[in-house]
């Protein structure tokens, strides 16, 4: 008999996600992702200037703040017909990498880590390592005090089976406390040209207000050279780690298999094309983008059945629906957006060579398969083959910086004008449109990368994404579904993205 299994709320993602599941025989039949909170940014934006979106679309998310700035920027771009400067678009580079070095290990470590290495176990190992016994003396300390969550976010957690090398472990923990370091340091790096963040502050249409100095280049390189070194030695040998620990989850989580991305990183010595290329891989065929082809369908989520992607009208009472989240598909299909997406449709693109190189290696030293990488550890893979490649362009970005050049330039705001801002954020594909009437903004729409992957079922009742990983999933005990916690995470959802 089916049985219902609830992980709610889902704890180490950003915002509100519920994952409800129908377990039989211990295996998963039904997966509902769900948003549990609605926001409203798009509606604030109506009858504003359209400058004010840069800054109010960056409150969407703390995490992703900077994805969300430079596609209302894209947007008003194509709106003003202008072009951004060299240094301006060299910055925006330098921004979102710094901004995808602090989510990737964010997620790694202090999301994810914790659902592979045994913070628990570790009260059992016996050395003279300072660090081990200053953690095992506080987790001891913890569980003995009357707090309600000792020992959190190690604490409380699903059990199961964890990483049963005790060098793994320290490791790994070791690292979980070095990223915290890392994180602040990529929040430096993009603050060197945005100001401050987690919101930038200078960024405007053709660049940014700051100017370029040889000291603020100096600051950008130290912080970019610690970070590279972190990712290259730490970062990519514990996710080898955790991958080489649980071979299982390469053949666990598999996705929908269609994939979608944006663009992102254009780069001046191309044409400006984009580093990670735009396209999407549609049964197993590649495709030209053609945004025409993407709707939103609310048949299970809580809007009028006559919203979708150009009306959002809340209905929190809707018989059937189950989610906050819309379900965003392209050609009526559901897409797979994010690090995965971007490798997956590089690796044959004769462009990106260099990135199907790095992901050569990641599979040789995995022993893995492209097809393996459709998967809950091939997720965590793609983030660092794609910081590797991200680090070394960094470097070359900042230092095409030009002292004498100009960051930004006029412009003039149209009384009437539509533009689009196509980027991709840490997550995936994210969409800004805009419509400007009188000078002021008239309508303005975002589809965001986790509208994407947790979306709840289509108007033909095909699951999303992470619902169809989840799908068929063995799950060992129904009172601990750490199987399913492990693939759901390895998406990276944001909520506060999702619902808008
Ligand atoms: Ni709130 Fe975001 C990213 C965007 S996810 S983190 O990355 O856009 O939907």
Redo the contacts with the bound molecule.
Sequence with gaps: MSQKVSLDPFTRV?GHLAIHLDVENFQITGAYCSGEMYRGIEYILKGRSPLDAQQITQR??G??PT??GIASILAQEEAYGIEPTQNGLLIRNIMLAGNYIQ?HLTHFYHLSALDFIDVQGIQEYTGSDYFLNDLKDWIRSEINSKSVFPAAPFMPRYEGRYMQEFEGNITVLRNYFQALEMRALAHQLVAVFAGKMPHMATIIPSGVTEKVTTKKIAHCRSKLFKLRSFIEKSYLEDALLVANAFPEYFSMGKGCGNYMTYGVFLNLEQNNAPLFPRGVMLNNSLETLDTEYIAEEVKYSKYTPDSGRHKTDPSPHKEGAYSWIKAPRYKGKPMEVGPLARIMLAYDDPQCSEIRRATDSMLQRTGRSLDELDSCLGRHLARIIELQVIVRHCEQWIDQLDPLGETAKDFHIPNRAQGAGLTE????A?GHWLQIEGGKIDGYECI????WNCSPKDNRDIPGPVEQALQGTTVADNTNPLEASRIVRAFDP?L???VH
């Design positions: 950003e969407i998310c995490v992703c994805s969300q989510n954020a840490p997550r995936g994210l965001v990368p986790t509208t944001c506060a993205c999702a």
